[in-house]
T-cell receptor, first 114, second 113 residues
Framework: DADVTQTPRNRITKTGKRIMLECSQT?????MYWYRQDPGLGLRLIYY???????NKGEISDGYSVSRQAQAKFSLSLESAIPNQTALYFC?????????????FGPGTRLTVL | SQKIEQNSEALNIQEGKTATLTCNYT??????LQWYRQDPGRGPVFLLL?????KEKRKERLKVTFDTTLKQSLFHITASQPADSATYLC????????????FGKGTKLSVIP
């Protein structure tokens, strides 16, 4: 969905490096999410934010941190990357005015940690 | 523990037939259940939602059923086409008032011409 963008689209890094993945949206949604997707494990929620000052841990937050700099921007950081964080990362948004929480996903960032 | 299971990792079907995908869950009381489509290398795209008090929903060639007694949702694509080939994910909100979604691992559907 072009309304949700992620940068970079691909990244190769080394163990121990700090890395930031960025997400921007033009949908005007308050809610933003970070997921990772691994073969055989599906999509798993890392962190989510319902407003600029609201940050919540998801199912697998260890080793990650996030920053909600503005309504439209939500960044995911890996403080010290490790190989098992190699995965496809997705940002998503949803509209708090829509009760059933349909989520809109970005195109994904493929991260490889060597 | 809570589980969402999509019973097949992969499903092959002949063009023109009806594809039926299954999503089962345990230890949830979902307020609604959603289905998404994901193409290779892309983010999931929302298709349909069904609420706990609804039995069936339709959208063009798509139909979703929701049986809260069986704890199961079925997703049907009628008159399937090769363009329907993709991975289909079910997702549910764990309970009333929850705005997180938990996703199943997906079923990869291949429609053979």
């Amino acid at each position: 969905d072009a309304d949700v963008t992620q940068t970079p689209r691909n990244r190769i890094t080394k163990t121990g490096k700090r890395i930031m993945l960025e997400c921007s949206q033009t949908k005007g949604h308050d809610r933003m999410y970070w997921y990772r997707q691994d073969p055989g494990l599906g999509l798993r929620l890392i962190y989510y934010s319902f407003d600029v000052k609201d940050i919540n841990k998801g199912e697998i937050s260890d080793g990650y941190s996030v920053s909600r700099q503005a309504q439209a921007k939500f960044s995911l950081s890996l403080e010290s990357a490790i190989p098992n964080q190699t995965a496809l990362y997705f940002c998503a948004t949803s509209d708090k005015l829509v009760g059933y929480n349909e989520q809109f996903f970005g195109p994904g960032t493929r991260l490889t940690v060597l | 523990s809570q589980k969402i299971e999509q019973n097949s990792e992969a499903l092959n079907i002949q063009e023109g037939k009806t594809a039926t995908l299954t999503c089962n869950y345990t230890n949830y009381s979902p307020a609604y259940l959603q289905w998404y489509r994901q193409d290779p290398g892309r983010g999931p795209v929302f298709l349909l939602l069904i609420r706990e008090n609804e039995k069936e929903k339709r959208k063009e060639r798509l139909k979703v059923t929701f049986d809260t007694t069986l704890k199961q949702s079925l997703f049907h694509i009628t008159a399937s086409q090769p363009a329907d080939s993709a991975t289909y994910l079910c997702a549910l909100a764990p309970g009333a008032g929850s705005y997180q979604l938990t996703f199943g691992k997906g079923t990869k559907l291949s429609v053979i011409p």
